[in-house]
């Protein structure tokens, strides 16, 4: 049986291996997270710090994906709903598993992206290469496979930040 631990002990647990992702340790993990109904990876060290989603202020004229802005300890960030940009229904902010990545900041921009729920930490070896993508963007970077057959995308957050679909929020 498998021992629960509370959510404060994982989120402990999680910021320590950020942290340490942060300083070149284990660079390896990988973070799992789930948008809407498609499981994403992405680098650890690429991820930035996760966060309950506050309250979002929202900006008028904007497209649908682009659910606001939050002030995060005095900074704001621009807060993509991660499922609304990929063709999904949005993401309920209330709903207890959603959490928002900040992502950005490693490349100088205040980004965020609002997921469904946090999945927590994967290691490289549990994965098998998938088909690639059809027709993705460069930010869907390859399509790997669990030992339970699920199918899962990594996220290039690099590449990501770069594409115009994504910095472009005007309706």
């Known amino acids: ?24 340790e284990g660079a390896s993990t990988l973070l799992g997270v789930q948008a809407g109904q498609t499981h994403w990876l992405l680098d650890l060290s690429e991820s930035g710090e996760i966060v309950p989603p506050p309250a979002l202020t929202t900006v008028p004229l904007t497209n649908p994906a682009f659910a606001g802005l939050a002030n995060i300890r005095g900074n704001l960030y621009a807060v993509t709903d991660f499922p609304a940009f990929l063709g999904e229904d949005p993401t309920p902010t209330h709903t207890p598993g959603a959490r928002l990545l900040l992502v950005g900041a490693k490349h100088g921009s205040n980004a965020a992206l609002l997921v469904t729920r946090l999945l927590g930490l994967k290691n490289p070896a549990d ?26 995308h990594r996220l290039d957050l690099k590449a990501l930040l770069s594409d115009s679909r994504f910095m472009n929020i005007v309706a």
């Open 1 to 24: 049986m498998a021992r629960r631990i509370s959510l404060r002990e994982f989120q402990e647990h999680l910021s320590r291996r950020l942290s340490g992702a942060a300083q070149g």
């Open 127 to 152: 994965f098998e290469a998938g088909p690639p993508p059809d027709q993705a963007p460069a930010w869907n970077a390859s399509t790997l496979v669990d030992h339970d057959g699920r199918e899962w």
